[in-house]
Nanobody, 117 residues
């Protein structure tokens, strides 16, 4: 059974930082591309950051320069460090695992991030 469990969300003040974690089980983590997506109320889900099995990263323009995605294959975990948070970053953040060859993917249940003073 595949599980992606996100953690690290919460309430943070504008300008603050947060590190999200996503622990995977039930998959061969090292061969999956991993991504962070987010969905704000009334908006479509969008990609925030992604990292391939080989460690190549990609970021949405909205977070580029203030976010870092990383992975630890020994812990089957992907991280998203976000800095200089603002109200537009408020959303539910989802972890996604992609098997790019077989073209199937899995989603986590999401973790809420709220940026507010």
């Amino acid at each position: 059974q595949v599980q992606l469990v996100e953690s690290g969300g919460g309430l943070v003040q504008p300008g603050g930082s947060l590190r999200l974690s996503c622990a995977a089980s039930g998959i061969i983590f090292s061969i999956f591309s991993m991504g962070w997506y987010r969905q704000a109320p009334g908006k479509e889900r969008e990609m925030v950051a992604a990292i391939t099995a080989g460690g190549i990263t990609n970021y949405a323009d909205s977070v580029k320069g203030r976010s870092t995605i990383s992975r630890d294959n020994t812990k089957n975990t992907v991280y998203l460090q976000m800095n200089s948070l603002n109200a537009e970053d408020t959303a539910v953040y989802y972890c996604r695992a992609d098997h790019t060859v077989l073209r199937h993917h899995y989603w986590g249940q999401g973790t809420q991030v709220t940026v507010s003073s």
